[in-house]
Every structure is written in C-alpha cells, then in structure tokens.
C-alpha cells in the first residue's frame, strides 16, 4: 500500500507560536489517525478522521480532513512546551494494518 | 484498566541468545499487535494477532516469532537476531474493527550485540 507523506520532517517554535503538519496522499484515504509520541514515550492516539472535509478540535488541536479525502493537517495554536514530540499521521489498511507517516518532530524554545 | 504493558523494559542480548518480549492487555481488545521502531522513523508493523489467530505477517524474518496465548497476551520470542535488529518494540492492541485507535505499550528497547 501507499505511505502517506508527511511534512515537515523537523519543526522548531518559539512557545506561543503556532505549529502545523501536514500529510499527503496520492491515492484517496479511507481514513487518517493522528498519533503524539513524546520523547522517549510511546505513539498515543489523538484523533481519527474518516469523512470528506472533517474538522475536530481538542483544545488547542485542530485536525482535518481533505475534501478529497487525500491530505489532512494537524495545527496547534500557541504551542507549549507539552507540546513537544514527534505528530505521526497514519492510515489503517486493509482491515488492520495501521501505516504511519515518517513524522513532524516537534521542539519548542520556552 | 487503559493500559498496555510490556517486559522487559530494556534488553541486551548477544546474537546466539532466545528471548522473548511480553505483552499485555486486559481492555477486552481482540487484536494485538506488534510494531518495530527504529531511532527517528515511525513505527512499521511486524505481526498482527486477531481473535488470537495470527491474520498480518509483514514478511518478518523467521529470527521473530511471534506468539498469542490468550487473548489478553502477546509474546514475540527472539533467535539468532542481528545487530540491525536493535530498535524499540512496540506491542498495541485495538478493539479489533477494521478501524479504531490503537493503544501502545511503552515498548522494550532491544540491543543485539
């Protein structure tokens, strides 16, 4: 299957800015799952999207879908430094097979 | 209980070593998992386990063997590996539908020396 793409690879904010990644496809997803993992942690669930155009927020997380179901982004609003981590995008294939993006590392100068 | 555990946490093992990784859940979840992750690269999937039948095999060398005892335990016996085999392993499990978050345990960090 496909690997969705994922940028950018790094990203260094100054905390209060804001942060974006974005991830791409070049064939339609069936669905995109966002995951957080801090440094040294494991990937933890943040959210799925499944229909065309969707938008959840978290707080200070906003997270859509495509209307073409082929790219989605995730955008925090005026960082923290609990905000640090790699955002790993990631689409379940088939019925379980759950393949990850490479990854936007996150750091942030208090 | 919305956790996933796994031991050991860290291992050291030389390339003529068996070992084995454990995994456990006791959310219900009928799939498990198991991922390897290498430093500063997302996590690729090795084997899924569904209603304790193995469905996935990612075409993972016979060096990893995975096993499923029941449905809240997960192992992944170790033989004869490399040193490219050092990474982190993941295990997660999920409810088991085609979709739906997946929960990762802490992974154990394996080095092969």
């Known amino acids: 299957g496909q690997q969705v793409m994922q940028i950018p690879q790094y990203q260094h904010v100054q905390e209060g800015e804001d942060f974006t990644t974005y991830c791409n496809s070049s064939?339609?997803?069936?669905?995109i799952q966002w995951y957080k993992q801090r440094p040294g942690g494991h990937p933890v669930f943040l959210i799925q999207l499944v229909k065309s155009g969707e938008v959840k927020k978290q707080k200070r997380l906003t997270f859509q879908f495509g209307e073409a179901k082929k790219n989605s982004s995730l955008h925090i609003t005026a960082t923290q430094t609990t905000d640090v981590g790699t955002y790993f995008c990631a689409e379940i294939q088939g019925a379980q097979k759950l393949v990850f993006g490479q990854g936007t590392r996150l750091t942030i100068n208090p | 209980d919305t956790e996933v555990t796994q031991t050991p946490k860290h291992l050291v093992m030389g390339m003529t070593n068996k070992k084995s990784l454990k995994c456990e859940q006791h959310m219900g979840h009928r799939a498990m998992y198991w991922y390897k992750q290498k430093a500063k690269k997302p996590p690729e999937l090795m084997f899924v386990?569904?209603?304790?039948?193995?469905?996935i095999n990612e075409s993972v060398p016979s060096r990893f063997s995975p096993e499923c005892p029941n449905s809240s335990l997960l192992n992944l016996h170790l033989h004869a590996l490399q040193p490219e085999d050092s990474a982190l392993y993941l295990c997660a499990s999920s409810q088991g539908r085609s979709s739906g978050e997946q929960f990762f345990g802490p992974g154990t960090r394996l080095t092969v020396l």
């Open positions: 386990y569904s209603y304790e039948k193995l469905s």
């Open positions: 064939t339609t997803l069936s669905n």
